[in-house]
């Protein structure tokens, strides 16, 4: 009962923990200072035991749904400093008084085997996401990209989309675009665009423990492939949709490198009902980017990247548009569930005709809580 009782203590007295735990081994350190409140097998302790009401973010270890997409780096700053390090409730006490950096290690290897079921993508390799480049991870969250025009015919194109996960291989994804572009007479008109409908699974992932350093900083790579139906829910005829529907398959890569390095690669292609509408195109996208936090590597997330994205119809004598997009993410919140990016799309070739654009988006990860919570 180490955790409700000397984490109520401290909670009441608001000093330290007088000593170091002089446990080792993930599991005995779990029942130790943890299983009190979450549990043996991490589903709880309940109300009776445990002495106190449970916040509606309080874990559950022992389902895979909840925990496997979780970052290392997030529990860790929950066990280092407490609930409120990431916005969640101060029933978490912090433990830096009590555990070492490694017994954190250990315990935290100890809470992912909690989840019996094996095949779901661990968090780590869930690299952030770029502007343009899809990534492989599956989520539950809703982004909006917002893209002006800077140079060339004035326009402005959003999209909105809801991804849900579907088990532990599978996401649901909805893309709702909708615009504004210069009327051939003058001014601007606006309204929605071509409806996606897709899903995304996942066909390989992997992560290898980091045995010479901090768990956050492992290695690893996932691979998946997504299948969408466009639906022909815009109106061509003022530049806001194809005029017919179409089907798009890709497949998305990252790759987990050793500090914090990632690279994503994206292959897809669209395919119209009829080429008279449109030719069917190919395109290829990569990112490369580095992640940096301060406060020990738990604080706020940096992620600059750099993307080259290539685009070409599938007629011949057709040649391929390369563009690159230089861009950086931040979280911005606490419980770093809320994040932006902004980025600035240069054409590299054939720049006649092709505008220079202003591109960001804000991600709401609400898996991990509300709009307004963890700030």
Known sequence: ML?????????????????????HGGEAIYKAACAACHGTTGEGTPKALAGFDKPTSFPHFNKCDETTPEFTRDYKASI????????FSPIMPSFSGVL?????????????????????????LNVPRALVTEKAFPE??????TTVNAKGAPAVSNELDYERILGKRDQLELAVPFGWVQKETGGMTGGLGDIAIGDKHVLYSHLNDNPDGPLYESTGSILSVQGEVVLATGD??????????????????????????????????????????GPRTAYLRTAVGRSFAGDGELGRLWSPMLEVIGNRDLTPGTKTDWDIVPEFQVTLNRRQHIRAAAGYRLPLNDTAGRPKQVIAYFIWDWFDGGLFEGW
């Open 100 to 124: 070492s950096s490694s017994q954190m290690d250990e315990v935290i290897v100890y809470l992912r085997s909690l989840c019996k079921e094996k095949g779901w993508p661990l968090g780590e």
């Open 80 to 87: 280092r400093d407490g609930g409120p390090a990431r916005g």
């Open 140 to 145: 539950s969250e809703t982004v909006l990209t």
């Open 236 to 277: 061509q005829r003022r530049g806001l949709g194809a005029g017919e529907p179409s089907l798009g398959f890709f497949a998305a890569y990252d790759q987990l490198l050793p500090g914090q390095v990632f690279i994503q690669l994206q292959p897809g292609i669209d395919i119209p009902r009829h080429t008279e509408f």
């Open 3 to 23: 955790l409700l009782t000397v984490g109520i203590w401290r909670l009441a007295s608001g000093d330290d923990f007088p000593q170091q735990l002089n446990v």
